[in-house]
């Protein structure tokens, strides 16, 4: 703040030079203020108040400057589940499966459409024979039509099938000669269409959809341990940034303190000229290191407020996680798990049901394809439309027709070939995907139970590295070891701290992985679950 101030050409104590500005404003300003009849001591609280005023601002800005968090693993995950770009991607993901799903849904209910033409003015030529003539002639027609019809339609999955229930009225006038008006309507009718090729697209549906609904709120919740992963490596990444910084800082002060000693025994004939330059360089590498330091914290501390959607200006000081669960996971349970929880096993479930339906396809097609429509309705006209509804008449249609191949020259048969081969490959390699699957369950299982045993291993080493370098430096001080044994301590204990950092992060690491592939919560015993309903509600 004090390069700013001065940056800005305000006295570098603000407190001084804002009570001498006020002094000169009060001599400036007396004798008026006091012909309209105020005290001195209304001025001096006057002064008071705005003094409070104004540091109680100038704090908040510092503070908005600067704002400093304290965070942890799991308030880390929790923020980047919630406010991240990447949770705002997966949501929505996961919406538009829900809303193909109810698509889906509702095309299995009845629906209801209407359509009407209001007006269809028509003024043109139709040829026509003249009887009296026994000629041709072409003759000016004038009409104006109107219609409207309701129409509900109910889909049969059970066979396949279309039923209808429909409403008609409709109106034609002649505009020229008498101008007659006539009116039809069809009360009511009610048919039936249906294939016979053996294909039912409705049944193969009601397989395929839900499991790929299922599948869609399977891979949300896996898109959350995703995310999850993706925020421990960002989190870590500023803790090493962190820690290296504080070592960077840490060894700058004793490379300076270090080469100080050793410049007074130069003097006295202690310390040989090469390990004073020893010294020396130690010095300038660690300002080195101490820069490149800064460098990285600024930019994993950049990455992880970005990430995070936060403010540029937010400092994060990561709280790294010092204990970790006792957990030791048996195999066989992770992959039941898998097997029940993992998208893609039903992944794998719906490419199956897929092949199956094309191949269903391909078969109807390659043979006898039928189809049948029956229609039954009341049907009337008149030219008055008080009477278009009396005494409706019966009509019918029945009609039956089929296609069959007689010469395609193997087209339809191929084509069956070529699907029974496809699902042929892709039951191959959903097989060998399975085992893939399988084996990367024990792998995973196996990689994370060991690696609690790193990380407590790893602990104890860092501390060990670090009792030698206090050890070692404080025998440097007093003169029983040289330069080169306090450097090679001294890059013990970074070594040691570095990898008992990249042990912590590669244990929860696995253990989000572990999540993410089975869907289970090892340390609360349960499976992963997602508020589906305030998802979409929002």
């Given amino acids: 703040m004090k390069k700013q101030i001065l940056n800005n050409n305000l006295p570098l104590n603000p407190l001084k030079g804002t009570l001498a500005t006020h002094k000169c404003l009060r001599r400036s300003h007396q004798k008026p203020l006091q012909g309209f009849g105020v005290k001195d001591s209304t001025l001096n609280r006057l002064h008071y108040l705005f003094l409070i005023i104004f540091f109680s601002g100038f704090i908040q800005i510092a503070n908005a400057q600067s704002e400093k968090l304290s965070l942890s693993l799991d308030e880390v995950v929790r923020i980047a589940s919630k406010s991240s770009l990447d949770a705002f991607r997966y949501k929505n993901m996961y919406l538009s499966s829900y809303w193909e799903y109810r698509y889906y849904k509702a095309d299995k209910l009845p629906s209801l459409s209407m359509s009407a033409t209001p007006l269809d003015f028509n003024h043109y030529r139709k040829r026509e024979y003249n009887f009296q003539t026994n000629e041709d002639q072409y003759v000016l027609r004038d009409y104006i039509n109107s219609d409207v019809a309701l129409k509900l339609n109910q889909n049969i999955g059970l066979t396949g099938g279309s039923l209808f229930l429909s409403s008609e009225l409709g109106m034609v006038k002649n505009m020229g000669g008498d101008q007659v008006t006539s009116y039809q309507a069809t009360p009511v009718s009610i048919g039936y269409s249906q294939s016979l090729n053996g294909y039912n697209a409705l049944r193969w549906q009601s397989k395929i959809e ?119 996971i048996m195999a066989d349970h992770a992959l039941d798990l898998a097997l029940k929880n993992n998208p893609e096993i039903l992944d794998q479930q719906q490419q199956m049901l897929e092949q199956d339906q094309q191949v269903a396809q391909a078969r109807s097609e390659s043979g006898l394809n039928t189809t049948v429509f029956a229609m039954y309705g009341l049907n009337q006209s008149a030219e008055n439309f008080d009477r278009v509804y009396d005494q ?96 090679i301590a001294r890059t013990d204990r970074e070594s040691a701290r570095k990898a008992y950092i990249s042990a912590v992060k590669t244990y929860w690491s696995y253990y989000y992985q572990l999540r993410m592939l089975t869907l289970f919560d090892f340390i609360k015993n349960e499976d992963l679950t997602a508020e589906y309903d305030k998802i979409i509600q929002n």
């Fill in 210 to 328: 839900p499991v790929k609904y299922d599948k869609a709120k399977k891979t949300f919740i896996q898109s959350q341990e995703t995310l999850a992963m993706k925020s421990t490596a960002m989190f870590f990444d500023l803790v090493e940034a962190q820690i290296q910084l504080k070592i960077a800082q840490n060894n700058m002060s004793n490379a300076d303190t270090l080469y100080k000693i050793g410049k007074g025994r130069f003097q006295v004939g202690t310390v040989t000229q090469d390990e004073l330059l020893n010294l020396e360089l130690n010095q300038l590498n660690s300002q080195q290191a101490l820069n490149s330091a800064k460098l990285e914290v600024t930019r994993a501390q950049s990455g992880l407020n970005s990430y995070l959607m936060m403010d540029k200006k937010s400092q994060i000081d990561c709280k790294v996680p010092s204990e970790i669960p006792t957990l030791q």
């Fill in 392 to 487: 409706p008449d019966q009509s019918q249609r029945v009609q039956v027709g089929f296609n069959i191949p007689l010469v395609d020259w193997g087209r339809r048969k191929g084509k069956l070939m070529m699907a029974e081969s496809t699902r042929e490959v892709a039951n191959a390699r959903i097989k060998q995907s399975r085992i893939d699957f399988e084996q990367n369950i024990f792998q995973s299982v196996m990689e994370f139970n060991l690696q609690a045993e790193q990380v407590r291993n790893a602990a104890k080493a860092d501390t060990v590295a670090q009792k030698g370098y206090d050890v070692t430096f404080q025998r440097f001080l007093i003169g029983k070891v040289d330069v080169t044994k306090l450097n």
